[in-house]
T-cell receptor, first 115, second 119 residues
Framework: AQSVTQLGSHVSVSEGALVLLRCNYS??????LFWYVQYPNQGLQLLLK??????LVKGINGFEAEFKKSETSFHLTKPSAHMSDAAEYFC?????????????FGKGTLLTVNP | GAVVSQHPSWVICKSGTSVKIECRSL??????MFWYRQFPKQSLMLMAT?????????EQGVEKDKFLINHASLTLSTLTVTSAHPEDSSFYIC???????????????FGPGTRLTVL
């Protein structure tokens, strides 16, 4: 069974500072990996995804994530936080191949951005 | 593109009544839709996978007779919470995938969610 661990349920940064949200996965084979953002009372919006090839994935709103197989990690970063980045962030994993398209989500990390 | 809508966005009902939530893919055909529930400050938990024209597959611990799912067309899936109780109050989110489009092959597109409050 695959699982996702997000270290830190709450991360607080100053505006303009580096954002680092951590995600580690557990899977027998490298899975597909996703980062989603959720604003209050809204659904999830895909930030970026890792499916194959390039291990450094660039997403929307200046976010990027690097897939590191040796560390089983897929941490999300942004060089400079903006107030509008304040939201809940979820890392998710999905198995490769077959017909199982289910996503398994981490518990989420709440990002607050201080002025 | 790849827009998923949900209706209603919020609903309040009395205990014992049934509530239907709709999930629609607006610009693509979704042969598979997923239903999640999210409790406050918690992650999304998959309830069931809905396949067009067939019975839904429920996750362990989810009562299929309580949470009725119908996926009658390629653009619409419905979740009916039957005999709702206060503990069913939650944020219900659907997602959809399009296995035909390469763009969406590995993605699920999420609806905006429905807030259910059972009094």
């Amino acid at each position: 069974a695959q699982s996702v661990t997000q270290l830190g349920s709450h991360v607080s940064v100053s505006e303009g500072a580096l954002v680092l949200l951590r995600c580690n996965y557990s899977s027998s084979v490298p899975p597909y990996l996703f980062w989603y953002v959720q604003y209050p009372n809204q659904g999830l919006q895909l930030l970026l995804k890792y499916t194959s090839a390039a291990t450094l994935v660039k997403g929307i709103n200046g976010f990027e994530a690097e897939f590191k197989k040796s560390e089983t990690s897929f941490h999300l970063t942004k060089p400079s936080a903006h107030m509008s980045d304040a939201a809940e962030y979820f890392c998710a994993v999905r198995s490769r191949g077959g017909s199982n398209y289910k996503l398994t989500f981490g518990k989420g990390t709440l990002l607050t951005v201080n002025p | 593109g790849a827009v998923v809508s949900q209706h209603p966005s919020w609903v309040i009902c009395k205990s014992g009544t049934s509530v239907k939530i709709e999930c629609r893919s607006l610009d693509f055909q979704a042969t598979t839709m997923f239903w999640y529930r999210q409790f406050p400050k918690q992650s999304l938990m998959l309830m069931a996978t809905s396949n067009e024209g067939s019975k839904a597959t429920y996750e362990q611990g989810v009562e299929k007779d309580k949470f009725l799912i119908n996926h009658a067309s390629l653009t619409l899936s419905t979740l009916t919470v039957t005999s709702a109780h206060p503990e069913d109050s939650s944020f219900y989110i659907c997602s959809a995938r399009d296995p035909v489009s390469g763009r969406a092959f590995n993605e699920q597109f999420f609806g905006p969610g429905t807030r259910l409050t059972v009094l």
